[in-house]
C-alpha cells in the first residue's frame, strides 16, 4: 500500500441535490489527495435507475465548480479508468458476478418480493443469511434442473453473496481504529439484480474502485455497517492485498446535536443544506441554496472544514491550500458534529471582510441594477469598502444599510428617534455655517474637508457631526461623514444640506 500512488474518490448518486455533508465527504477527499500528491477521481452511482432524477449529476459538477474544488479523472473529465459512471460498466460487472457464482461465493436466488414479505411475516427479525437461506427458493435449495429450468423460462432473480457466520470481521479504520464485526449479523446481500442487469452499490463499488486503483475510500459514517461486508468481497475477489484503507467520517448533525442534519432542519431555522439552488424536476419544489443564498466558496470550504475535524490549534480562517497542508484524517472526531450554521454566517463575514473590493464590487452592483441604480463600477467598489465593514453576513445586506449613497432622502421625519435627537434648535444655523463653509473649499476630498470642518468645529465649539449626517442621509446610518460627502461631491453634497436646512428649519 505504501508503494501505491494514492488514489481517492467521491462517488454521488444523480437522486437529486447535494447534501451539505456529501460535500464536506468530496473536501475531505480532495483535501487528502492533494496532501499527498494523489488524484481524485468523480464517478457517478446510477446503479439504482428507479432513483435517477435528470439534471441531478450537472448539478452536482456545478456545485463543484463553484465550490472551487476540482477533480482528476471521472464523469466529464475523462481518464484512463473509465467509465466512469457505473450505469456504462454491465458488462464490467457481469464478469465478476459470474467469478463468484463459479468460485461458490454467491448464490441465485429466485424468492418473489410476495415469498419475501410472506417470510418476514412468519419469522419474526427475518435475515437472509446461512440460518434462513436452506428455507428459501435458491440455487442453495434447488435442484440444478430447477435452477437451470428457472432461468432458461426468464424468471427475475437476484445475486446474493454467500456470508459464512461465526467469524469476526476487522476493518482498519483510520480514524475509528479497529473496527470488529462477527459476520453472523450479517445478511447475505444482494449483489446483482437480473431485472435491470445492474449490480447494487456494494458490489459495484468494490469492482470500480479495484479497478479504479482507489488506495483509500473516505465516506460518511452511515456506511461503516456495511464495511464488513466489503472486506468479505476483497477477499472473495482475492484482491485483499490491495484493498484501500478505510475512513468514516461523523454524522453531520441537527444544531441542536439531536439526530442526522436534514433539509427540514434547514427549513425550519432558515439555513440551506445545498450547495446551489435546487429545483425539483419531480415535485416543483424549489430549496435554497449556499451560493444563491450569498455564501462566498471559500466561506463555504472553510466552514465544512471544520466541522469534524480541526489542526489543533485557535486558527480558524484557512485558505483552501492551508488546509491541504494541515489537513489530518487521522484527527478526525469519532463522533457526529454539530451544523452551527450561526457559525457559517461568521465564516461569511470575515471572508467578506477579507475580500478584494473589487471581487465583491459585482455582486453588489447586480443588486444596484435591481433596485434601477446604475452607478460605475468604481463607484461601486468605493460603497462596498466603506460599508462593507458594518455588521453584514452577505452583500445583499448592503443595500438597505447604503441606498442613500445613490438616492438622497426624499423627505426629513421629526418621528426619525436620531433626526429627533439631532437636528436641536441651532441644528439649522450649525449646518447654513457648514454649508458656506464647505461651499468655499477648492479641495473637496476627505483630507481636505477634515481639515478645514475639524479646525471650524473646534474654534467654535460644535459639533455638527450628527446633524449633517442628517441632511446627508435622513437618518443614523452610513460611513465616516467626510468619506460620504466626499463620495458625493460637493455639488450633491451642498444639495442636499440646502434641502434639509429648508424642510426641518
Given at each position: 500500500?505504501?508503494?501505491?500512488?494514492?488514489?481517492?474518490?467521491f462517488?454521488?448518486?444523480?437522486t437529486?441535490?447535494?447534501?451539505?455533508?456529501?460535500v464536506r465527504?468530496?473536501?475531505?477527499?480532495y483535501?487528502?489527495?492533494?496532501?499527498?500528491?494523489?488524484?481524485?477521481?468523480?464517478?457517478?452511482?446510477?446503479t439504482?435507475s428507479?432513483r435517477?432524477?435528470?439534471?441531478?449529476?450537472?448539478?452536482?459538477?456545478?456545485?463543484?465548480r463553484?465550490?472551487?474544488?476540482?477533480?482528476?479523472?471521472g464523469?466529464s473529465f475523462?481518464?484512463?479508468?473509465?467509465p466512469?459512471?457505473?450505469?456504462?460498466r454491465?458488462?464490467?460487472?457481469?464478469?465478476?458476478?459470474?467469478?463468484?457464482?463459479?468460485?461458490?461465493k454467491?448464490y441465485?436466488?429466485?424468492d418473489?418480493?410476495e415469498?419475501?414479505?410472506?417470510k418476514?411475516?412468519e419469522?419474526q427479525n427475518?435475515?437472509?443469511d446461512?440460518?434462513?437461506?436452506?428455507?428459501?427458493?435458491?440455487?442453495?435449495?434447488?435442484p440444478?434442473?430447477?435452477v437451470?429450468?428457472?432461468?432458461?423460462e426468464?424468471?427475475?432473480?437476484?445475486?446474493?453473496?454467500?456470508i459464512?457466520?461465526?467469524?469476526?470481521?476487522?476493518?482498519?479504520?483510520?480514524?475509528?481504529?479497529d473496527?470488529v464485526i462477527?459476520s453472523s449479523i450479517l445478511?447475505d446481500k444482494?449483489?446483482?439484480?437480473?431485472?435491470?442487469?445492474?449490480?447494487?452499490?456494494?458490489?459495484?463499488?468494490?469492482?470500480?474502485?479495484?479497478?479504479?486503483?482507489v488506495t483509500?475510500?473516505i465516506?460518511g459514517?452511515?456506511?461503516?455497517?456495511?464495511?464488513p461486508?466489503h472486506?468479505?468481497l476483497?477477499?472473495?475477489?482475492?484482491?485483499?492485498?490491495?484493498?484501500?484503507k478505510f475512513?468514516?467520517?461523523?454524522?453531520?448533525?441537527?444544531?441542536?446535536?439531536?439526530?442526522?442534519?436534514s433539509?427540514r432542519?434547514g427549513d425550519?431555522l432558515?439555513?440551506?443544506?445545498?450547495?446551489l439552488?435546487?429545483?425539483?424536476?419531480?415535485?416543483?419544489?424549489?430549496?435554497?441554496?449556499?451560493?444563491?443564498?450569498?455564501?462566498?466558496?471559500?466561506?463555504v470550504?472553510?466552514?465544512?472544514?471544520l466541522?469534524?475535524?480541526n489542526?489543533?490549534?485557535?486558527?480558524e480562517i484557512m485558505?483552501?491550500?492551508?488546509?491541504?497542508?494541515?489537513?489530518?484524517?487521522?484527527?478526525?472526531s469519532?463522533a457526529g458534529a454539530?451544523?452551527?450554521?450561526v457559525?457559517?454566517l461568521?465564516?461569511?463575514?470575515?471572508?467578506?471582510?477579507?475580500?478584494d473590493?473589487?471581487?465583491?464590487?459585482?455582486?453588489?452592483?447586480?443588486?444596484?441594477r435591481?433596485?434601477?441604480?446604475?452607478?460605475?463600477?468604481?463607484?461601486v467598489e468605493?460603497v462596498?469598502?466603506?460599508?462593507k465593514?458594518?455588521?453584514i453576513n452577505?452583500?445583499k445586506?448592503?443595500?438597505?444599510?447604503?441606498?442613500?449613497?445613490?438616492?438622497?432622502?426624499?423627505?426629513?421625519?421629526?418621528?426619525d428617534?436620531?433626526v429627533r435627537?439631532n437636528?436641536?434648535?441651532?441644528a439649522?444655523?450649525?449646518m447654513?455655517?457648514?454649508?458656506?463653509?464647505?461651499e468655499g473649499?477648492d479641495?473637496?476630498?476627505?483630507?481636505?474637508?477634515?481639515?478645514?470642518?475639524?479646525?471650524?468645529?473646534?474654534?467654535?465649539?460644535k459639533?455638527?457631526?450628527?446633524?449633517w449626517?442628517v441632511?446627508?442621509?435622513?437618518t443614523g446610518?452610513g460611513?465616516?461623514?467626510?468619506?460620504l460627502?466626499a463620495?458625493?461631491g460637493?455639488?450633491?453634497?451642498l444639495?442636499?444640506m440646502?434641502k434639509?436646512?429648508d424642510v426641518?428649519?
Amino acid at each position: 500500500m505504501t508503494q501505491r500512488k494514492v488514489r481517492v474518490r467521491f462517488a454521488p448518486s444523480p437522486t437529486g441535490a447535494l447534501h451539505i455533508g456529501g460535500v464536506r465527504t468530496a473536501l475531505y477527499n480532495y483535501l487528502f489527495a492533494r496532501q499527498h500528491g494523489g488524484e481524485f477521481i468523480f464517478r457517478i452511482e446510477d446503479t439504482d435507475s428507479n432513483r435517477f432524477v435528470p439534471g441531478a449529476e450537472e448539478y452536482i459538477l456545478e456545485s463543484f465548480r463553484w465550490l472551487g474544488i476540482p477533480f482528476d479523472e471521472g464523469v466529464s473529465f475523462g481518464g484512463e479508468h473509465g467509465p466512469y459512471r457505473q450505469s456504462e460498466r454491465r458488462d464490467i460487472y457481469k464478469k465478476y458476478v459470474q467469478e463468484l457464482l463459479d468460485a461458490g461465493k454467491a448464490y441465485i436466488a429466485f424468492d418473489t418480493p410476495e415469498e419475501l414479505e410472506a417470510k418476514r411475516q412468519e419469522i419474526q427479525n427475518f435475515q437472509y443469511d446461512a440460518s434462513t437461506r436452506g428455507m428459501m427458493r435458491n440455487s442453495l435449495s434447488l435442484p440444478a434442473d430447477e435452477v437451470e429450468r428457472l432461468l432458461a423460462e426468464g424468471r427475475q432473480y437476484v445475486v446474493r453473496f454467500k456470508i459464512e457466520p461465526g467469524e469476526d470481521i476487522h476493518v482498519d479504520d483510520m480514524i475509528r481504529g479497529d473496527v470488529v464485526i462477527n459476520s453472523s449479523i450479517l445478511d447475505d446481500k444482494v449483489l446483482y439484480k437480473s431485472a435491470d442487469e445492474l449490480p447494487t452499490y456494494h458490489l459495484a463499488n468494490i469492482v470500480d474502485d479495484h479497478l479504479m486503483e482507489v488506495t483509500h475510500v473516505i465516506r460518511g459514517e452511515e456506511w461503516l455497517p456495511s464495511a464488513p461486508l466489503h472486506v468479505l468481497l476483497y477477499r472473495a475477489f482475492g484482491w485483499a492485498d490491495t484493498m484501500p484503507k478505510f475512513a468514516h467520517l461523523p454524522l453531520l448533525l441537527k444544531p441542536d446535536g439531536k439526530g442526522k442534519l436534514s433539509k427540514r432542519d434547514g427549513d425550519r431555522l432558515g439555513f440551506p443544506v445545498f450547495p446551489l439552488e435546487w429545483h425539483d424536476p419531480k415535485t416543483g419544489e424549489v430549496s435554497s441554496g449556499y451560493r444563491e443564498s450569498g455564501y462566498l466558496p471559500e466561506a463555504v470550504i472553510n466552514f465544512l472544514a471544520l466541522l469534524g475535524w480541526n489542526p489543533g490549534t485557535d486558527q480558524e480562517i484557512m485558505s483552501l491550500d492551508e488546509l491541504v497542508k494541515l489537513f489530518d484524517i487521522t484527527k478526525c472526531s469519532k463522533a457526529g458534529a454539530k451544523f452551527d450554521y450561526v457559525k457559517g454566517l461568521w465564516f461569511n463575514r470575515e471572508y467578506i471582510l477579507m475580500k478584494d473590493n473589487k471581487e465583491l464590487a459585482p455582486a453588489f452592483d447586480k443588486i444596484l441594477r435591481e433596485n434601477g441604480i446604475e452607478a460605475p463600477m468604481e463607484r461601486v467598489e468605493a460603497v462596498v469598502g466603506m460599508m462593507k465593514m458594518k455588521k453584514i453576513n452577505f452583500i445583499k445586506e448592503l443595500w438597505p444599510l447604503c441606498d442613500f449613497f445613490f438616492i438622497a432622502p426624499e423627505t426629513y421625519s421629526r418621528e426619525d428617534k436620531f433626526v429627533r435627537k439631532n437636528w436641536t434648535e441651532t441644528a439649522a444655523a450649525d449646518m447654513a455655517e457648514l454649508t458656506a463653509l464647505l461651499e468655499g473649499l477648492d479641495d473637496f476630498s476627505v483630507e481636505g474637508q477634515k481639515a478645514a470642518v475639524d479646525r471650524w468645529a473646534e474654534e467654535t465649539g460644535k459639533k455638527p457631526w450628527n446633524p449633517w449626517r442628517v441632511a446627508l442621509v435622513g437618518t443614523g446610518k452610513g460611513p465616516d461623514m467626510y468619506e460620504l460627502s466626499a463620495f458625493l461631491g460637493k455639488e450633491e453634497t451642498l444639495r442636499r444640506m440646502r434641502k434639509a436646512i429648508d424642510v426641518l428649519k
